[in-house]
């Protein structure tokens, strides 16, 4: 791991609503330099107490809902709007939390394409992810690139980490889409939720995502697969097909090396109709795993999931064409 680097992750041009301020940007990334070394300092040499728990999946693919789901619906320990902001020090952000923050209220479940607001929503920590992983894009790498990862240093701070909260802790990691199985084999109690959407509707979204959230459809937005090389070449509608396509595919190979105690499989239709049950399956896979957490509350008893139409979208045949042809090659 890369101690004392700042965050540079490169970042597509944003859409004004979705912009960031630059002067606290810069504010963040100064008092994280200051926190960082005390934190590792106070790190300790732990055994893997409880579990973590990482929602993974193609970007569009309901992996934000599930982990408001999880984060609000079980005693587990998750990184808040708060927390957030300390990715280079996240025990420090943890501890504020904990004290500032007591009684975490229910989720809204809502979100704009991934991002989520007020203190208490769950957050993706991308900054932390990369940062821990040593990427300065979201474009996956070579196997060697695996190798100059700090396993240890990283298995050290998640461990404190859930041993802030004292108990299990609930990650959303994109970029761990490329290394399930090596954090698996560091951390064997490391649990992987797999959320899967129709490929044709996650395509469509990220289209969707793209005009809204950097206000140019040609703009690639999220992780960026192997194959990013030859889709970055071709039109936009080819591209969102492809950026499911084979971010689905390199999970599915990472998934297959874990093995199934560790892992639960959720379909976005079923999250949408019960996700009761799907807390349920958390809360089993977590037990299997050394710790169980108990519930907190009750999710809805359904949720909307939105389906795309023709109607709704001049785009919708040729990226249906897109992702058909995928499938079958």
């Not at 892992?263 to 799907?278: F, H, I, K, Q, S």
Request: proline fraction near 6%; aromatic fraction near 10%; glycine fraction near 6%.
């Amino acid at each position: 791991m890369n101690r004392g680097r700042s965050m540079n992750r490169k970042e597509p041009q944003l859409a004004p609503a979705f912009g960031k301020n630059p002067a606290e940007e810069d504010f963040l990334r100064r008092l994280n330099g200051i926190l960082a070394p005390h934190e590792q300092a106070d790190y300790r040499d732990l055994p893997e107490r409880f579990p973590t728990l990482h929602i993974v999946g193609a970007p569009r693919s309901g992996t934000t809902l599930l982990h408001q789901v999880v984060a609000s619906c079980l005693d587990v320990g998750y990184i808040n709007n708060l927390i957030a902001a300390f990715w280079r020090a996240p025990v420090h952000g943890i501890r504020l939390s904990n004290k500032l923050l007591a009684k975490v209220p229910v989720s809204s479940f809502r979100s704009r394409y991934g991002r989520t607001s007020g203190i208490h929503e769950p957050h993706e920590f991308g900054y932390f992810w990369s940062s821990v992983l040593g990427y300065d894009e979201m474009r996956q790498r070579d196997e060697a690139f695996e190798e100059q990862i700090d396993w240890a240093r990283l298995r050290l701070t998640l461990i404190n980490m859930a041993e802030a909260f004292g108990r299990p802790l609930v990650l959303k990691p994109f970029l761990l889409a490329w290394h399930i199985a090596r954090l698996q084999t560091v951390m064997p109690k490391a649990c992987f939720a797999w959320i899967r959407r129709d490929p044709l509707q996650t395509a469509l979204s990220i289209v969707e995502l793209r005009k809204k959230y950097t206000g140019s459809v040609e703009t690639w937005v999220g992780l960026k697969p192997a194959e990013y090389a030859w889709l970055k070449n071709e039109p936009y509608w080819t591209q969102a097909a492809g950026q499911v396509h084979y971010v689905e595919k390199s999970i599915q190979s990472q998934i297959e090396a874990v093995g199934g105690r560790n892992v639960l499989t959720v379909d976005y239709e079923d999250l949408a109709e019960n996700p009761r049950a799907v807390v349920r399956q958390i809360q089993e896979l977590l037990g299997r795993n050394g710790f169980r957490p108990d519930s907190t509350a009750e999710p809805p008893a359904s949720f909307t999931a939105r389906r795309r139409t023709p109607q709704d979208t001049e785009d919708y045949e040729r990226v249906r064409r897109e992702v058909e042809r995928l499938r079958r090659d």
